[in-house]
């Protein structure tokens, strides 16, 4: 069910949109405090136009927000929250996407197991849901909770079927399409596969630098990643 506002919040519902990507600007320039409130103002917006999937989707960005100030509980809390009134709204594109967030702030917290068991959830409605690119961002999660494990052979697996998934589908860019090549380059280099990991670390680096992602603070695992990506 998509949610359109009703005509008398059309005001509020702008209002709403553009609070939220100020809110993503200052998340990616590091501005955490500044994002923080400006999600809450616009999660404000959204409530008073009773647009509760668009209420969800800010407070995603506020869970990652949560996070990257220290407050990893209510992180999860906030992805937990959004999952319910996506569920409510009816917006199922949404859903897998709350078990990713709470498995990598799990990961980050190095309880892979738990993290792994979140990936598995939203795995399965990705697979359900035949979404593809949403399959790569868990199948990320799931490699670097597999390598934190020492699981070298299943974090294989995994990125071998995300870069399959990704030739499947027309070229795009990203910070999930960078995380996987630049996984990629360091599990294939395990294996002794040298030429597939020098191939994928010179993707992800043309990735980091098509996507300006050294100035993008978004993504902690970006940020990780990009200390062994070679700049260009």
Excluded at 80 to 108: H, I, K, N, Q, W
Excluded at 127 to 151: C, E, F, N, Q, W
Excluded at 203 to 210: G, H, I, K, V
């Amino acid at each position: 069910m998509v949610e359109a506002p009703l005509p008398d919040s059309d005001a509020l519902f702008a209002a709403g949109v553009d609070l939220r990507a100020q809110g993503i600007t200052a998340q990616r320039s590091g501005d955490w405090h500044r994002a923080s409130d400006l999600f809450t103002e616009a999660e404000k917006r959204f409530h008073q136009a009773g647009l509760g999937a668009q209420v969800a989707w800010t407070m995603l960005h506020q869970g990652q927000v949560q996070e990257r100030l220290g407050e990893p509980v209510q992180a999860i809390a906030l992805f937990t929250g959004a999952e319910a009134m996506l569920r409510y709204a009816g917006d199922r594109s949404g859903v897998p996407l709350c078990f990713r967030r709470r498995g990598d702030v799990l990961r980050r917290q190095r309880r892979q197991e738990a993290a792994l068991a979140q990936y598995c959830e939203g795995e399965a409605l990705y697979r359900t849901h035949h979404d593809p690119l949403g399959m790569v961002g868990i199948l990320v999660g799931k490699a670097l909770s597999y390598l934190a494990m020492g699981r070298r052979i299943e974090a294989h697996a995994a990125v071998a079927e995300s870069l399959w998934k990704l030739q499947q589908q027309p070229p795009s860019q990203g910070a999930d399409l960078f995380l996987i090549h630049a996984i990629a380059a360091r599990v294939l280099g395990m294996a002794g596969e040298a030429d597939a990991a020098q191939a994928n670390l010179a993707r992800a680096a043309t990735l980091a630098n098509m996507g300006n992602l050294r100035a993008d603070r978004s993504d902690p695992d970006v940020e990780s990643e990009l200390q062994v990506i070679p700049a260009g």
